[in-house]
């Protein structure tokens, strides 16, 4: 691949990252109250504030405190979670194998799912079969997902008991190996599915309308003309033409991804990234939450940079832009 | 000669009405659209009671008495689905002013101007774009309480979305022909952006309105599920909060603020869609695999 473009895309992502970083840093000092007070915790004295706001750097003047903000962040550090006294960094990872694996699933489930029936339904333009996709994906993408969960654990977990209804492994069985990994996956089942019915819908509807802009372009005519059958055409000199914009909406769906995940953990109880915002998110504990949106963000800039290489790795005519 | 005359939007077409009975979904949306704000805005008339009064039914299925039946303490959920209508609408509208306020000016600026002032914009609206709203806003509604804040944030990360439509159709327009007529029949840049910019971005920046709008409701409907909305005021998302520990129990407290949530965002994205279809109805006719195409100038 061009190494100019690829150069030029990675020193894109700087103001990006920069943009990011400085308005988190505006908004924490823009924020009531006392984060020295909040660190220092209930029935703290003055001494024990002034000592928590020199431990923050908050007595600091502010060119030196966003110099240890981007420094900090560099290292990876998140900061101290005000509520559990340990590191962002810590309490983030401890929950984001399961957020990864549940969103993980989601994505692949409704990757493969949302090409299949784009392209099904883009053979016949405005037939039965497509009205009738277009207004489904419509009413799914309309659905919210953790209430879509609700329904899922009324209808498939407590009605019939086909699925559990929670948790990530059964707190009952003592399972190990292939067992564990077979009841983790029936736990999984649901969750990544009501998180991929949106996704698969949205992906439907890229796919669709690619597809449909490319129909009756002169390659498809010229292919045509040379006797190749539709189902040919469609699938050897369209798909490919249609993928890009498709792996584009697949990049900025991570933001989303991962707010949908969260609100679906909340009713599973699925012990990801949901369960600690949630509980951070009441308990006024901001440095988690602030961890989440530079961990996001950074998950986010990372997927479209990806997404831009891998455009421009499959089209040619990007890199020479 | 007018400069207008030659303006796409006063080419000859048939009229709105016409073109919209062609595209379902349109008629659809907007009839779905106006119900829904119908019911926000007619909320006490319809559902007069107040919307946490205790009642000695808990958990009481749909009846004649209470449509929607009851919850754990016994209050009329047909009264909260109908008043959180209004809640979530209010949000919505309060947003949509705030982007639309933000991301035209913005858009066309940009798209007009060029250079410095389009880097500079499409930079900001990239910084905006990459932050999860969805953790800000649970930030901002700890800080400094659900309602107007939230709408205030909300707002203010839904204006690059519209920014950057609008300043890629005004780039489009800036370069075609009706424009430089009007421009070299001496119309200055203010005719310009109000009879032959303005007129052609809007159709566009609808669509995202609508999107934007649909966004809006199924964010503030999470925000409250996860119990960040404001307790005194009847929201869908904190009613599917509340109906979490019952769902054995009483299908009906989350089957019908979820359904409504759900036919609110459906009925803006089929709004979007409509909308959409009428611009591409415009350009090109139906066709199939075999049909010649004219290629994108």
Redesign the interface.
């Known amino acids: 691949m061009n190494r100019r473009y690829v150069l030029r895309r990675l020193l894109l992502v700087v103001?990006?990252v920069l943009?990011?970083v400085t308005?988190?840093f505006v908004?924490v000092h823009a924020?009531?109250?006392d984060p020295a007070r909040e660190f220092a915790g209930e029935g703290a004295d003055e001494t024990q504030i002034d000592a928590a706001r020199a431990y923050l750097h908050l007595d600091r003047p502010l060119p030196e405190q966003y110099a240890a903000y981007l420094g900090h962040l560099a290292r990876g550090d998140l900061g101290t979670s005000f509520s559990q006294r340990l590191p962002v960094r810590t309490l983030i990872a401890m929950r984001l194998w399961p957020t990864l694996l549940l969103t993980g699933t989601a994505l692949a489930l409704s990757v493969a799912a949302g090409l299949w029936l784009g392209i099904r339904s883009a053979r016949r333009?405005?037939g039965g079969l497509d009205a009738g996709v277009?207004?489904a994906s419509?009413?799914c993408?309309?659905?919210?997902a953790?209430?879509l969960a609700?329904?899922g654990?009324?209808t498939l977990a407590?009605r019939t008991g086909l699925l559990p209804a929670g948790g990530m492994n059964d707190p009952r069985a003592v399972h190990t190996g292939m067992a564990a990994a077979l009841d983790t996956g029936r736990h999984l089942l649901l969750p990544a599915l009501v998180l991929a019915i949106s996704e698969t819908a949205l992906l439907l509807r890229v796919t669709r309308a690619g597809l449909a802009g490319e129909?009756?372009?002169?390659y498809?005519?010229a292919a045509?003309a040379k006797g190749a059958s539709?189902d040919e055409?469609?699938r050897r000199h369209a798909v490919p033409n249609t993928l890009l914009p498709v792996v584009t909406v697949i990049g900025s769906r991570v933001?989303f991804l991962?707010?949908g995940a969260?609100?679906v953990e909340?009713?599973f109880n699925w012990p990801g990234l949901g369960r600690l915002?949630?509980d951070?998110?009441?308990a006024?504990d901001?440095p988690v939450?602030?961890g989440?949106?530079l961990l996001?963000?950074a998950a986010?800039?990372v997927a479209?940079l990806a997404t831009d290489l891998l455009y421009a790795w499959i089209d040619p005519r990007v890199r020479q832009r | 000669m007018s400069a207008s005359a030659e303006a796409p939007a006063a080419r000859r077409r048939p009229p709105f009405l016409r073109r919209a009975r062609r595209q379902p979904?349109l008629l659809a949306g907007l009839g779905l659209t106006a119900a829904i704000a119908a019911v926000a805005l007619l909320d006490r008339r319809l559902a007069p009671r107040y919307a946490f009064a205790l009642s000695p039914h808990p958990f009481a299925p749909p009846s004649r008495a209470h449509l929607m039946g009851t919850d754990q303490l016994g209050r009329d959920l047909f009264t909260a689905v109908v008043q959180g209508s209004r809640t979530s609408l209010e949000v919505v509208a309060g947003v949509v002013v705030i982007a639309v306020a933000v991301g035209l000016p913005v858009g066309l600026a940009a798209g007009l101007q060029g250079g410095l002032l389009d880097d500079a914009t499409m930079?900001?609206s990239?910084?905006?774009q990459?932050?999860?709203?969805?953790?800000?806003a649970?930030?901002v509604?700890?800080?400094?309480g659900p309602g107007l804040p939230l709408t205030v944030l909300l707002g203010l990360t839904s204006w690059p979305f519209l920014a950057r439509v609008v300043r890629a159709e005004t780039l489009s327009l800036r370069e075609r022909a009706f424009v430089e007529a009007a421009r070299a029949a001496g119309a200055g840049d203010v005719r310009i952006l109000a009879r032959h910019i303005l007129p052609n971005v809007a159709r566009g920046a609808l669509v995202v309105v609508a999107l934007i709008g649909?966004r809006v409701v199924?964010l503030e409907?999470?925000l409250a599920?996860?119990?960040?909305a404001d307790v005194n005021v009847p929201s869908w998302g904190a009613l599917?909060n509340n109906?979490?520990p019952y769902?054995?129990r009483a299908?009906w407290m989350?089957?019908f603020p979820?359904a409504a949530?759900?036919?609110t965002?459906?009925a803006l994205?089929?709004l979007a869609?409509g909308l959409a279809g009428l611009l591409d109805q415009d350009g090109e006719e139906?066709?199939?695999?075999?049909?010649?195409?004219r290629?994108a100038a």
């Open positions: 103001p990006t943009g990011v308005l988190t908004l924020a009531p109250g333009p405005h277009n207004l419509l009413a993408y309309a659905v919210p953790f209430w609700q329904l654990v009324l407590l129909r009756g372009r002169e498809v005519r045509l539709e055409v469609v933001g991962v707010s969260v609100l909340s009713v915002v949630v951070a998110g009441r006024g901001q939450i602030l989440m949106v996001v963000s986010v800039v479209n | 979904s930079r900001v990239e910084v905006v990459t932050v999860p709203r969805f953790f800000l649970v930030l509604v700890g800080w400094f649909s199924l409907a999470g599920f996860l119990g960040l599917l109906a979490q769902l054995d299908w989350s089957v979820g949530v759900a036919v965002v459906f994205n089929l869609d139906e066709r199939s695999w075999g049909a010649p195409v290629d």
